[in-house]
């Protein structure tokens, strides 16, 4: 079962489901983080002693996507920046860009990974 692990500041936004979504750096390997139909386990502090399950989610769908400064685009679609930020457990656009910029620069070509939380 793979198993993802998140920063802390996103695990009440998982548990209540308002995070429906992650997106993750194309792996060097190239082999996928996950399938259409795989269970996985959503972690927070993985590989320390405070690592705690989130919960067990399906996945619903993966597509690439890449990140700009004034656009998403998902599979080469354009997408709603702010519908998507916000399923990214993010409260604004602004914050949402930051923290990309942040974390891995601008702009950022990724895997978008969906998921129902499992009950």
């Known amino acids: 079962m793979p ?16 995070k429906t979504q992650t ?15 795989d269970v996985i386990s959503l972690y927070t502090g993985m590989r320390t002693k405070q690592c705690q399950l989130i919960a ?3 996945v619903k769908e993966t597509r690439s996507v890449i990140i700009s400064d004034g656009s998403i685009y998902s599979d080469g ?7 998507f930020a916000q399923s990214d457990g993010f ?6 860009n930051k923290w990309f910029a942040d974390h891995y620069g601008l ?3 990724g895997v978008l990974i969906k998921w129902e939380l499992k009950k």
């Open 3 to 18: 198993a993802i692990n998140f920063s802390n500041q996103f695990f009440e936004k998982i548990q209540s489901g308002a």
């Open 23 to 37: 997106i993750r750096k194309v792996r060097t390997d190239g082999r996928p983080h996950c399938r259409v139909g």
């Open 56 to 58: 067990l989610a399906k």
């Open 77 to 83: 679609e354009i997408e709603d920046h702010l519908a």
């Open 91 to 96: 409260d604004s656009v602004a914050e949402f």
């Open 107 to 109: 702009p950022f070509h």
